[in-house]
């Protein structure tokens, strides 16, 4: 991912660390920057990403052209390149693409150290007191009109010239500036606006061009960042718990919903089932109606007077009488059967008695 993006000096202002201690800081408003076109090591034989800021009123054609061609309908104000290390194949597929955005929050966060780049302010012709912060002539000793001279600026004859580089008076400003290690203190995404430590070069909305170069170790936020992340967090418990509160009450409504379910589903069960009950006692009232008239037989046959009593008792001594009768000539016919038997071997005896004395 590139470290480094545009944005716009807003203002420069004082604010509170959460030890207590003042720091100047400056606000930058960094937007999304506009992807205008990727190079690569194949093509361009180095990598790196054109990266656009605001927009221009009244563009030339080849910029309305070229932001056409990424995807853009307005051409950029301001267009930078920012070179990237040349990477593999792997870390080059981190790079954005020609018609994408970077936000500010994707690329920088609290605790980052940054380095900005600007133009700073232009001065004017200055002298060489306030250029290069000469000490100036001496105030006494009749020197009335040399407290602000540069003095001698070079040898004689020889070399008989002034050497390049010499610190002389001339026009002040209006140079491209770095100041390093800088430190983020705040990201707003909704903003799109970055606060960081110290002052940077350039007058209010000077553009400006911020590099991330590593992270604090020992960071302490602002005061009113702090307070913020504390109601952000609190706020987020509290969705939480509304959220977890709201899932339980709907569980408890399914619950009594599938309770209520459940109800009815036995009810309407029950409701089918009594029928089958009503059929049931249906069948067994012939039984009872059965039961009755067996009942009704019996008492019937109580309230039948005593001579029936001794018919049936009458019949039931004839009835035993001829049991003994026929048991008692059975046996007469099984003596008569063994006498006969008896008669019949003592005759066989006899012949084979004779058959042997004739012999």
Known sequence: MIQT?????????????????????????????????????????????????GTKKNPTKAASGHAKKAGFEKASAVVREVRVADTSAGSAQDLPAAGESVAVDAVFKPGDIVSVTGVSKGKGWAGVVKRHNFKGGPKTHGQSDRHRAPGSIGQTTTPGRVYKGKRMAGRMGSDQVTLSNLTVVSVDPETKTLMVTGLIPGHKDAIVTVTKTGERKKFLELIEEKVKREARDAEEAEKARIEAEKAAKEAEEAAKKAEEEAAKASASSAQEAEPVATAEEAVVEPTATVADATETVSNASETVDSPAEEVKVEDASTRSAGSEQASSAQENVEEKAEEVAVAAEAEEMKESEEKEEAK
Do not use: H, M, W
Request: charged letters at 25%; zero cysteines.
């Open 5 to 53: 993006l545009i944005g716009r000096k807003i203002d420069q202002t004082q604010k509170f660390l959460e030890d207590g201690k003042r720091v100047p800081v400056t606000l930058i408003a960094v937007g999304d920057n506009a992807v205008l076109q990727v190079k690569t090591q194949d093509k361009e034989a180095y990598t790196a990403v054109q990266l656009g800021f």
